[in-house]
């Protein structure tokens, strides 16, 4: 049974994995990563990694692969041409290079001569007391012996928001700091209400040079300069 | 199952990976390239977890999702930042610091 879920789960890891090497469209390659996500996440729950495969789900199908969504619909996926102006050279060189690294992986699991590796894994019941990868196994570790890792991880998620704000805010875009209204004493000065809209509906028209004039005829739009 | 499997799979799709890093150009594909070869490792890390029986690999595994969650956020920030700059988003145009 748990031979047909690997096959089940590893066609879906290769299928999204190569969509997002292979197709062209931005909006395809992420689709294809969550459908890689969701294989992963199935593979985690037959490595007794329950809490992980949920995570997986949750954060990475779910909340990240939403960023990347909106960022692609922001900048707007193109699609890239076929043909690679730089040369096919690059790319040839680029699957050997991946080609290689992939001979070089094989060999060292294959020669590392780690018997356990050919085993179920060591002794886990399928009843554990433990409860190896439940929520509470996971986060006992965490708050004990891996406390410092964890606020670390906090700490770094923190900067790492704050950086992307500052990123992608935007500069130089309405008006400039000199151009934006200062606070000054007239300001605290002048009687509550002062240039809203209850002051224009009572009959001010807010210029004092308008107001002397006091001569427009009814009905006359107010001329109103230095927007 | 083996979990030598888990670990074959855990290469392959690292190497397939790291040929999407090398072929493409959209900075926004490349990124996603990069979390395929992120969680091959967490794929393996969590196989070894397995192995030892010891809880220690899924701890790890979840603290390079964290990792990962944070390069994804900075580097679509770079992104959008690129777009808004005008910047051509595509990886062999952005050769400014090339000499």
Redesign the interface.
């Known amino acids: 049974m748990a031979e047909v879920f690997f096959f089940i789960a590893a066609f879906f890891v290769f299928g999204g994995a190569i969509g997002v090497v292979g197709l062209r469209n931005p909006f395809y390659n992420v689709l294809a990563l969550v459908t890689h996500l969701f294989g992963l996440a199935g593979m985690f729950l037959l490595l007794r990694a329950q809490f992980v495969a949920a995570a997986q789900v949750v954060v990475y199908a779910g909340a990240v692969m939403v960023l990347y969504v909106f960022v692609v619909a922001y900048v707007g996926g193109q699609d890239e041409p076929l043909s690679v102006s730089t040369g096919r050279g690059n790319r040839a060189l680029a699957v050997l290079f991946a080609g290689a690294l992939l001979v070089e992986l094989c060999v060292a699991i294959l020669g590392s001569g780690l018997e356990a590796l050919d085993s179920d894994g060591a002794g886990v019941a399928a009843n554990d007391p433990n409860g190896f990868g439940t929520p509470g196994y996971i986060g006992s570790l965490l708050l004990t012996k891996f406390l410092f890792a964890f606020e670390a991880a906090s700490i770094l998620l923190l900067i790492a928001a704050v950086g992307a704000v500052v990123l992608a805010r935007r500069r130089g875009g309405v008006g400039t700091l000199d151009e934006q209204r200062r606070i000054s004493v007239s300001d605290l000065l002048a009687p509550i209400g002062t240039g809203t809209m209850a002051e224009a509906a009572s009959g001010h028209v807010g210029t004092p040079a308008l107001e002397a004039e006091g001569e427009r005829t009814e009905g006359e739009p107010v001329k109103v300069t230095g927007w | 199952?083996?979990?030598?499997?888990?670990?074959?799979?855990s290469?392959?799709?690292?190497?397939?990976?790291?040929?999407?890093v090398?072929?493409?150009?959209?900075p926004?594909?490349i990124?996603?390239?990069l979390?395929?070869m992120l969680?091959a490792a967490?794929?393996a890390l969590?196989?070894f977890?397995?192995?030892?029986?010891?809880?220690?690999g899924?701890?790890f595994?979840?603290?390079v999702?964290?990792?990962?969650?944070?390069?994804?956020?900075?580097g679509?920030?770079?992104?959008?930042?690129m777009?808004?700059r005008r910047v051509p988003?595509d990886a062999?145009e952005l050769r400014e610091l090339h000499g």
């Open positions: 199952m083996n979990i030598s499997w888990f670990i074959v799979v290469a392959f799709v690292f190497c397939i990976g790291a040929a999407g090398l072929t493409r150009r959209n926004l594909v990124l996603l390239c979390e395929l969680n967490n794929l969590i196989g977890s397995r192995m030892h029986g010891n809880g220690d899924q701890v595994a979840i603290i999702m964290v990792v990962a969650a944070c390069e994804v956020t900075v679509l920030g770079v992104i959008v930042a777009y808004r988003i062999d």
